[in-house]
């Protein structure tokens, strides 16, 4: 008797365990908690009512209910790791097609050895679940036959639904029983997704298109830059460690903005995306819709707008993207009307290697200028580049090349610093270290650049496209990020000093607003907006 109820406990310890476990930030693995599955409450009352009403269950009920056991299991493993690591839960209806792309580059990042552990575990330990779980439930099947058993096990089933239900329904009532957030749910939200979009009701929910326009006034004959900062985060300037860390590279970019006769003014933003998926923060801001997700993405780039990008080109500037990311054809670009696309392809990196995508900011920069050096005289430039070198994981980080001309050549670096940089893997369980070192890159590589155009009219818009992955932002981190305007155009930087910017590379300790709202205060600060454009804002 006594074993039999070990076990029964066992089994069902083992039922409820599978599917309470949390993340435990910032690894892939799972810590067990003492909290209490309504899914497992559940399963116990239907095996009793198929016991008392129907009979024993046949083998063929126990390996489907194991299956789909496992498919839960599965999937609370997915929501807890991915907002636990990435900072939001998964949209499986557009995220699923990434995940290749997303793979590959963690794969030319990490150690073969963790690669290896990844993928057996990725397909073993659904089949060590199954097998434990088919013997939980097989347990359970079989002490339902005794009278008390089925009782007892009706009673403790009731007791945490009980539970359950008052602590939802009403927040006041204590907590006697931890319970679980049900893992069910997950999968009805993906699929009332999957609905919503096929249904075209994402389509009809658009905001009205508003036409974006600005006589560039007070930046008219100036270059004008818009970079967004991969993984530029709000953190980067909360967190003291962060902080710390990067004081000398922000002297020395803040040392090349004065030194070149030029100021900046600084304010933070609340970005449309986090930890990743950063052209909904590109698409925010050039557009000025508030896009969150990839489904709203797609059905806005499916329609003719004004962009930022539109509003230089009727202004006899010529549009630029270079995006060393795109390592592929780009038909959505057609959205936005560029007059040039430089890709991966197009700027012809031959240098040394340096994460997934190879290219480093710095020979973007350099490329940048060899390209557009035989531009038409006089025509101004607006060009859109989203960076990469701070990319997760990070590291390895390239050196700065203080010879311009040299990062454009084969050998760009010595191979004593070559050697340095890259034996410098990412540290998976503290990437904080690599992030900062990133940002040290990019902050030195702008000082630089800065300095090589001392004389040059140009206009500088940085601004961070996403927080980083929670795992370096850590957990209910905000989804802020700073925006800095680097200009010697003293009317267009009081005029953002009047939307509350603050002077200095320092951004706002609070969000002004969010980013696509920052569109119409970018035009009213490059000159006077329609009135359309004033009402939209």
Request: with cysteine; hydrophobic share 45%; aromatic share 10%.
């Amino acid at each position: 008797m006594v074993v039999r109820w070990t076990v029964l406990a066992a089994a069902l310890a083992l039922l409820n365990l599978s599917l309470t476990f949390v993340n435990v930030w910032p690894t892939l693995f799972v810590r067990l908690t003492p909290a209490v599955s309504i899914e497992t409450a559940l399963l116990v009352l239907v095996m009793v009512l198929i016991r008392v009403r129907i009979g024993p269950p046949s083998r063929t009920v126990l390996r489907t209910l194991g299956v789909l056991w496992v498919v839960l299991v599965v999937g609370r493993y997915a929501d807890v790791t991915s907002r636990s690591l990435y900072g939001r839960d998964i949209n499986l209806y557009w995220d699923v097609r990434y995940m290749p792309d997303v793979s590959s580059m963690l794969a030319v990042v990490a150690e073969p050895w963790m690669v290896a552990a990844v993928v057996a575990g990725a397909l073993l330990l659904p089949l060590v679940a199954y097998v434990l779980i088919r013997w939980a439930l097989g347990c359970v099947s079989d002490a339902t036959h005794d009278r008390w058993a089925r009782r007892a096990l009706t009673g403790m089933a009731t007791v945490v639904l009980a539970c359950g239900i008052a602590q939802r329904v009403d927040a006041r009532i204590p907590e006697v029983l931890e319970i679980a957030a049900p893992v069910t749910p997950v999968f009805m939200n993906q699929a009332r997704r999957f609905v919503y979009e096929l249904s075209g009701a994402g389509v009809r929910a658009l905001p009205p298109a508003t036409p974006i326009t600005s006589d560039l006034a007070r930046v008219r004959g100036a270059d004008v830059f818009l970079v967004f900062i991969e993984s530029y985060g709000q953190v980067s300037w909360d967190r003291p460690a962060f902080v710390t860390a990067l004081a000398s590279s922000r002297a020395r970019l803040e040392a090349a903005i004065r030194d070149t006769g030029r100021e900046v003014v600084s304010a933070s933003v609340e970005s449309s995306t986090f930890g990743g998926e950063s052209w909904l923060a590109h698409i925010s801001l050039l557009t000025g819709a508030d896009v969150r997700d990839q489904d709203t993405n797609v059905r806005l780039m499916a329609q003719p707008r004004d962009t930022m990008v539109t509003a230089f080109a009727r202004q006899g500037y010529r549009t630029v993207a270079v995006m060393p990311g795109l390592q592929r054809e780009w038909p959505e670009g057609r959205f936005y009307r560029f007059d040039q696309v430089y890709g991966a392809h197009e700027l012809d990196y031959r240098g040394p290697p340096f994460g997934w995508w190879d290219i480093t900011d710095q020979y973007v920069f350099a490329r940048l200028d060899a390209l557009l050096r035989g531009r038409r005289s006089g025509q101004p430039l607006f060009v859109f580049f989203p960076t990469i070198s701070t990319h997760t994981p990070f590291t390895p980080t390239p050196p700065y090349q203080a010879d311009w001309k040299r990062i454009l050549t084969a050998t760009p670096y010595d191979a004593e610093e070559l050697d340095r940089a890259w034996s410098q893997p990412p540290d998976w369980l503290n990437l904080g270290p690599g992030y900062t070192q990133a940002l040290d890159y990019i902050h030195t590589t702008l000082a630089g650049y800065l300095r090589l155009h001392a004389r040059r009219d140009f206009v500088m818009i940085l601004v961070g496209d996403h927080q980083p992955p929670a795992a370096v932002s850590g957990e209910d981190a905000s989804w802020d990020v700073p925006v800095h305007v680097i200009a010697s155009r003293r009317e267009l930087l009081d005029r953002l000093l009047h939307h509350g910017f603050r002077k200095g590379l320092s951004p706002t300790t609070q969000p002004l607003m969010k980013i696509n709202a920052m569109l119409p205060v970018l035009l009213d600060g490059f000159g006077e907006v329609s009135s359309n454009l004033a009402a939209h804002r």
